[in-house]
Every structure is written in structure tokens, then in C-alpha cells.
């Protein structure tokens, strides 16, 4: 993190989760990314590229497969990923969630456990599934991606999502932790008041 100290790091734009990564990486070794660096705000993943391959940006700040992407391209390569263990406390943390009210949950109970049962078959099907069928799969949802930044996809998404449907404490945790220290939400939720008994994990 030091070596990018002065350096511009594009960003999908102001008060994003991006955003705050850089803000959390340069807290942990006492720099400060509103002073040490400078923030580009760039949008889109395409834009993203585009500027890091004219050199308007030093280092990208966006999310998965992005590195993957620069790195077929020629332009790039992964240089910090959390989810990829490079982050101490941050291997394991809950990210992507969907949420509801109780309200929609008590009114639509049957949808909301269909909702549930096909995201785990998705996860489970993430780490059974034959590796080249993933790939195909990705092919097809990433439209225009090149195949060469899919490749290693397949193995990575097996370390970054966990094979049943379900929060820990801990991933919750170290993510209300990130959330603090970042300042992108004021008012945090505790894990009994957001998580349903049925999604706790031990």
C-alpha cells in the first residue's frame, strides 16, 4: 500500500464500496487516501481499462474480474485482493447480501425460501460443477469478456463463496468492522436483527 502513495487510483466513483477499500488499505498502514493519492473517478469497467491502458490512472480499485481482464489484456495484473487473502481479517467477510423487510418475508414466505433454495443450489453448484462448465456459464453472463480473463475464475469464486447459504458471525462481523472503519454506514445493524435464525451459521 505504500508504493501507492501519490499515485491516482481509479474508483467506480464517490462514497462506493471501491472508494472505501482504498480508504481502508491506506488507514491500515497510516497513510491517509484523501492526501496520499489521488481518487479518478471512472465509472464503468470498460472506462476503468480504458484509463489504466492511457496510463490516466496508476492502479484500479473496482471489483472482480477486473484484475483478470487487465491481466488478459495485457495492461495489468492483481496487485491486492482481500478476497484472495492478501488483506489479514479480511479472507472471510459477508459482501454481496440481499435483504427484505420482515413485512415481504411474513406476506411471501414460499417465494422468499424458493429465493433461498436456489441461491444455495447456485453455491453449491459453484464448487461441484465441472470447472469448465462454470466457465461456460460465465461466458455467457459476462457477455464480451475475453476467455482468458476467466480461467482462474472458477477456483476463486470457490475460496470466495461458501458452499451453503448463510451468514458466521464472524464474516458478519468483520464486515459491520470494515463498515465502521470506513465510515459507509452510520447505523450498525446487530447480527441477531438482520440475519433470520434460519441463515446463521455457526
Known amino acids: 500500500m505504500r508504493a501507492l502513495r501519490g499515485k491516482k487510483i481509479g474508483i467506480t466513483g464517490p462514497g462506493s464500496g471501491t472508494e472505501a477499500l482504498v480508504t481502508y488499505l491506506f488507514a491500515k498502514v497510516g497513510m ?3 492526501t496520499d493519492c489521488e481518487l479518478v473517478n471512472l ?13 490516466r490512472v496508476d492502479a ?27 488483506v489479514p ?19 411471501k ?18 464448487h461441484q460443477a465441472d470447472p469448465v462448465e462454470i466457465t461456460r456459464l460465465l ?3 459476462l457477455k464480451g469478456i475475453d476467455p482468458k480473463a476467466l480461467t482462474e475464475l472458477p477456483g476463486l469464486m470457490r475460496t470466495e463463496i461458501p458452499e451453503i447459504i448463510g451468514f ?5 462481523d468483520t464486515a459491520i468492522a470494515f463498515h465502521r472503519a470506513t465510515g459507509l454506514v452510520k447505523h450498525l445493524p446487530a447480527y441477531e436483527k438482520i440475519v433470520p435464525p434460519g441463515l446463521r451459521t455457526p
Open 32 to 34: 491517509d487516501s484523501a
Open 43 to 55: 465509472g464503468s469497467t470498460a472506462s476503468a481499462l480504458g484509463a489504466l491502458k492511457a496510463g
Open 60 to 86: 484500479l480499485a473496482f471489483f472482480q474480474p477486473i484484475a483478470q481482464q487487465a491481466a488478459a489484456a495485457g495492461i495489468g495484473t492483481r496487485y491486492i485482493s482481500p478476497a484472495a487473502g492478501d
Open 89 to 107: 481479517g479480511l479472507e472471510r467477510t459477508a459482501h454481496g447480501v440481499v435483504f427484505t423487510t420482515q413485512r415481504i418475508i411474513d406476506k
Open 109 to 126: 414466505p414460499k417465494e422468499v425460501a424458493a429465493f433461498q433454495a436456489a441461491l444455495e443450489r447456485a453455491q453449491r453448484f459453484i
Open 139 to 141: 461466458t455467457v453472463y
Open 168 to 172: 458466521t458471525r464472524a464474516s458478519f
